[in-house]
């Protein structure tokens, strides 16, 4: 298969559209099982009745893992803010709605977030045996109900095409805390424009009752967890600050 220029490029894959199907190819380090759970992922948002690109097939192209799936036609919501941001608060208003849908799903048949979390703060090198214990016990002492959460949730994974928002890129998704979800979207705002990140979590309490206390609970977790990810945008230091801040030895 002659895929051509990748239309993307990430930390896991690259991303092709070839006969009007998106092809993601998975990078040669990641583990062999890597493609099928990302798409067993995919599948389970989709059987819940959200909007999320059909899975065709889980294959090998060239020796390297590879899921083919239906491709929406559109431009990702954070393309379409960028060139509006005067309409920040109606974007952000759609994609804090369709959130919402999501943590509406009981999802005790995926990967428990906690298990994730407990096995990135593990791995992680810039914190010290104590810092993780530190975590992990946090992580011990918390209580939810297992909700479906997408991991990665924010504006540049969402498409809009012709009235419909798709749900993009479901690899880390889990069962576990919603608040533990919010607070991860708004880590990744906060990132980029802390008036963003504001406007979301304000939206989001004021639509669900959540309070803004309860989302930072997972703050020291969250944070800890995402030095596991090796972002290079990402600044290690604000992520230990933000441990050492709400979770200090």
Known sequence: MILGTPIAVGNTAKIYLHKNRIVKVFKD?????????EAN???YAYSCGLSVPKILDVTEIDGKQAIIMEYIKGKTMGDILSENMEQAEYYMNISVDIQQKIHLVVADSLEPMTEKLKRQIESVNNLDNRQ???LIQKIDTMTFENRLCHGDYHLFNLIMSD????ILDWVDSSAGDIRADVYRT???YLQFSKELADMYLRLYCEKSGLLKDEVFQWAP???GARLSESVLSENSERLIDIVNHYCPL
């Open 29 to 37: 380090y990641l583990p062999e099982l890597e493609s099928s759970n």
């Open 41 to 43: 992922k995919q599948k």
């Open 132 to 134: 993780k214990s530190a």
């Open 163 to 166: 009235n419909n928002v798709t």
């Open 186 to 188: 708004y880590l990744l």
């Open 221 to 223: 977790i969250i944070a």
